[in-house]
């Protein structure tokens, strides 16, 4: 009997033992388990926080790049603005200029009308004979046009008679007065009609 009960109890003993050594067997079993899933799990979390960085990197770059295409495109719009408005300057500069010009012109063909008038003028007045064109030699053809043989007959008549009633009517003064008054054709020089002393005429 008591040989029964050792047994017994060694066999509650090795069973027990061979629990615990299973129980051990187990929770060893699952600590490695777990010690070998671990470095995964932190290896796909750092892989993933990698990833959620460098997405949030692109964003900020797209972000900055975005931000430098609107600063150009409205740099771009004020330059052409400027240069409109340059351009627009520059036309109504030289519309002034142009209109300036214009009016210069017109006033100095206005004052350039006159101008030619009063030359027109002197030019008139001079071909037209002094009023003492006999006491002095003049070269024209228009004052000898104006001057008619009969004129020139009466006053040589009216000098005639002048010089007789003076008592100075001798045949050599009445000839020099007379030559002296009619108009003759000088051969010896150029074509033209002179007033002057016999000498000078024909």
Known sequence: MEGTGAEAARAAAAAAAATAAGAGDG?????????????AAAAAA????ADAAAAAAVRASVSKLLALLLLLLQQQQRGQGTVQL??????????????QQQMQTQQQQQQYVPASLQQQQQQQQQQQPPRNYIKRPIRSSLL??????????????????AAAAAGATTGS?????????????????????????PSRCC
């Open 27 to 39: 929770a060893a079993a699952t600590a490695a388990a777990t010690t070998a899933t671990t470095p």
């Open 46 to 49: 750092a892989a993933a926080d």
């Open 86 to 99: 340059h351009l627009q300057q520059q036309q109504q500069q030289q519309q002034q200029q142009q209109q």
């Open 144 to 161: 000898l046009a104006s001057a008619s043989p009969l004129a020139a007959a009466a006053a040589a008549a009216a000098a005639a008679a």
């Open 173 to 197: 003064s009445s000839r020099f007065l007379t030559l002296s008054i009619f108009c003759c054709y000088n051969s010896r020089g150029p074509p033209g009609y002179y007033w002057g002393p």
